[in-house]
Nanobody, 126 residues
Framework: QVRLVESGGGSVQAGGSLRLSCVTSGSTFAKIYMGWFRQAPGKEREGVAGIDPDGTTYYADSAKGRFLISLDGAKTTHLQMNSIQPEDTAVYYC?????????????????????WGQGIQVTVSS
């Protein structure tokens, strides 16, 4: 099994930056792709960004041009959030899925990610 632990959340002013990190533990028979999701109060959970083990990245429209997802080794991912806006306030979740045939991080939906972190709060003030 794979466990994921997020860090780096907190409060930031609008226009500022924040970097979230996610460290995985455990192992699987296959490599994992990773992604970030978020859920704002009263709204559905939405995918933010994903990355495959080969470095291919995927972004939701809301994240393009502002957020960057990256890998640090095989078991750590970061989400660099720039030009943060109050609308970005949400609980952010790190997630992972098995990188096997027919599966990759391009599908930023919850069902495509088997393993989940506990979530961390990001609050953006104006």
């Amino acid at each position: 099994q794979v466990r994921l632990v997020e860090s780096g959340g907190g409060s930031v002013q609008a226009g500022g930056s924040l970097r979230l990190s996610c460290v995985t533990s455990g192992s699987t028979f296959a490599k994992i792709y990773m992604g970030w999701f978020r859920q704002a109060p009263g709204k559905e959970r939405e995918g933010v960004a994903g990355i495959d083990p080969d470095g291919t990245t995927y972004y939701a429209d809301s994240a393009k041009g502002r957020f960057l997802i990256s890998l640090d080794g095989a078991k750590t991912t970061h989400l660099q959030m720039n030009s943060i806006q109050p609308e970005d306030t949400a609980v952010y979740y790190c997630a992972a899925g098995l990188w096997i045939t027919g599966h990759r991080a391009d599908d930023l939906t919850s069902d495509n990610f088997r393993y989940w972190g506990q979530g961390i709060q990001v609050t953006v003030s104006s």
